[in-house]
């Protein structure tokens, strides 16, 4: 299959690309080249985008990049729409003008936290300007024949280079020695690896089950027992303290609008009897183990008679 990525030098644009470019042609685009796989679209530039995916002549459009900093949706607006909504009516043009399926990725912050687990048809409420732009880009890309959307949960990836997120983040604290991690108690949600998640993406494509998809690790947690899990994994339990906070403590620094749940359930994968996805413990040992590797052996010395 030609699969174009648009927007893939993220997090989750690395795994795709480790997942599907071994058996299969890709194009993998974005504005950030910090790798040499791939090339430079910017997809708010409607005729960029369409040369790029013209030039290419795909079986399948991927659009997969978007603005995910919170804080930066919520006090740069214009931007927001432009890559999270507007970006994504380009790909529905390019997708209906190309006859090739659509696949968008969303994001479980689409609900306003009111229930403690969603299902793929509960009803959004978006809630900040990150939400709804990513929101507005479900409505856009559901009008599109054949499309998949799959909604994913706090992704993990991208190891030691995306140091923005919060296992990542959690990383750099401890190879930074910290004796103690302050971490929220009161922020429900369901950990996604990228890899486990691409894998799931892959096998999706390969079928005619379109339509919308949560699309997360099993399990239902928060972000105080992710955090307590890594120290664990990590061997660090006896030495790393948590200190529990609530989300006030951060609100300064998070002071975009977030659900207090935000945690999903993969039915429709289910139903379909194609959910992959693993429990998100498993996967975190896994993520720690192949984009941490040496992790574990540095953080002993750093900790080695605390
Ligand atoms: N991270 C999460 O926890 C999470 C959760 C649920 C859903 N999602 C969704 O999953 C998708 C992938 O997210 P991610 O975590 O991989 O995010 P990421 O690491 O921030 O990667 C997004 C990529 O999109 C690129 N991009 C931004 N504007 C662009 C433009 N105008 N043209 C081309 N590329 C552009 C970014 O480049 P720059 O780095 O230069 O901005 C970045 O390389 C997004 O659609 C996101 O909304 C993410």
Not at 70 to 94: G, K
Not at 101 to 122: C, E, M, N, Q, R
Request: glycine content about 8%; some cysteine; aromatic content about 10%.
């Amino acid at each position: 299959m030609k699969i174009y990525l648009a927007g893939c030098g993220g997090m989750l644009g690395e795994a795709l690309h480790r997942v599907l470019a071994p058996g299969h042609e890709v194009l993998c685009t974005d504005i950030d080249l910090n790798v040499d796989w791939l090339q430079l679209c910017d997809f708010r530039d409607f005729a960029a985008y369409e040369r790029s995916v013209s030039a290419f002549g795909p079986d399948i459009l991927m659009h997969i990049g978007a603005h995910t900093d919170l804080e930066y949706c919520e006090t740069n607006p214009d931007d927001a729409y432009r890559t999270n909504t507007l970006s994504v009516e380009h790909a529905c043009t390019l997708a209906r003008a190309h006859g090739v399926p659509l696949v968008y990725i969303s994001t479980a912050g689409i609900f306003d936290g009111g229930k403690l687990l969603y299902d793929d048809w509960d009803a959004p409420n978006p809630l900040g300007v990150y939400a709804r732009s990513k929101h507005l880009g479900e409505l856009a890309v559901q009008r599109v024949p054949d499309h998949f959307i799959f909604r994913a949960g706090w992704m993990m990836g991208g190891g030691p280079a995306k140091d923005k997120k919060f296992i990542n983040k959690l990383m750099k604290q401890l190879l930074a020695g910290s004796r103690t991690l302050r971490i929220v108690d009161d922020r429900l949600g369901t950990p996604t690896y990228t890899v486990d998640f691409a894998r799931n993406l892959a096998a999706m494509v390969e079928t005619r089950y379109y339509g919308l998809y949560n699309m997360v690790c099993g399990g239902e947690t928060g972000r105080l027992e992710v955090a307590e899990a890594l120290i664990e994994v990590l061997g660090l339990k006896e030495v790393v303290a948590i200190e529990r906070v609530s989300s006030d403590h951060f609100a300064s620094e998070y002071f975009a609008p977030r659900p207090p749940s935000e945690r999903l359930t993969n039915y429709r994968l289910r139903l379909r009897d194609m959910d992959m996805m693993r429990d998100w413990r498993m996967a975190l040992a896994d993520y720690i183990a192949d984009y941490f590797p040496d992790y574990p052996e540095r953080l002993a010395k750093i900790y080695a008679g605390a």
